[in-house]
Antibody, heavy 123, light 108 residues
Framework: VELVESGGGMVQPGTSLRLSCAAS????????MHWVRQAPGKGLEWVAY????????HFADSVKGRLTISRDNSKNTLYLHINSLRVQDTAVYYC?????????????????WGQGALVTVSS | SYVLTQSPSVSVAPGQTARITCGGN??????VHWYRQKPGQAPVVVVY???DRPSAIPERFSGSNSENTATLTISRVEAGDEADYFC???????????FGGGTKLTVL
């Protein structure tokens, strides 16, 4: 299993960014996926969830309305689009794979994580 | 929203047992997962569903969960166990993942 994030970098406040997570080594279309972020020196913060088929999504209250999570199962790729970026969005963004495939994912734990993509929001 | 509370730090001598706790309202009714994170690395699951261990994690790692506290126990602690440990649950009322604030394990 491999998860490789891309699309991070330094951006200005108020702009938008799209992160990608290329997945391999498992049946991507059978697993829900998440984005989790970690601000410098801080703990883990869950950001977003998308069901195995893309038909259900959930977002953390702190980012709701500014984020879109999507997936392309034909390309084995997960996406996170962040609008109206704020300094407080500065973090390493990880994509994470659920440990159980649909329909057995009730406990929602992560068995694999990507290496992370650093997003720095600064003027 | 559901809150998980962890002590910021735990210190233990090599060979001793470390216990890292995660408090939450009626957490015993939820499945708790634990992750280890070393500096500059992505988290790694060490215990899931309260007490299950991935095959790559040594038996020294174990978990329990009852009432308002879940516990990660690391027996015969080694220097390589020094890391940040995070607990995590799924809150089915809000359909949110919740992480604890993390506990830094220091091996003396």
């Amino acid at each position: 299993v491999e998860l490789v994030e891309s699309g991070g970098g330094m951006v200005q406040p108020g702009t938008s960014l799209r992160l990608s997570c290329a997945a391999s080594g498992f049946i991507f279309s059978s697993y829900a996926m998440h984005w989790v972020r970690q601000a410098p020196g801080k703990g883990l913060e869950w950001v977003a969830y998308i069901a195995y088929d893309g038909n259900n999504t959930h977002f953390a209250d702190s980012v709701k309305g500014r984020l879109t999570i999507s997936r392309d199962n034909s390309k084995n790729t997960l996406y996170l689009h962040i609008n109206s970026l704020r300094v407080q969005d500065t973090a390493v963004y990880y994509c994470a794979k659920e440990g159980a495939s649909y329909p057995y994912e009730a406990s929602h734990y992560y068995d694999f994580w990507g290496q992370g993509a650093l997003v720095t929001v600064s003027s | 929203s559901y809150v998980l509370t962890q002590s910021p730090s735990v210190s233990v001598a090599p060979g001793q047992t470390a216990r890292i706790t995660c408090g939450g309202n009626n957490i015993g009714s939820k499945s708790v997962h634990w992750y280890r994170q070393k500096p500059g690395q992505a988290p790694v699951v060490v215990v899931y569903d309260d007490s299950d261990r991935p095959s790559a994690i040594p038996e020294r790692f174990s978990g329990s969960n009852s009432e308002n506290t879940a516990t990660l126990t690391i027996s015969r602690v080694e220097a390589g166990d020094e890391a940040d440990y995070f607990c995590q649950v799924w809150d089915s009322f809000s359909d949110h993942v919740v992480f604890g604030g993390g506990t830094k394990l220091t091996v003396l």
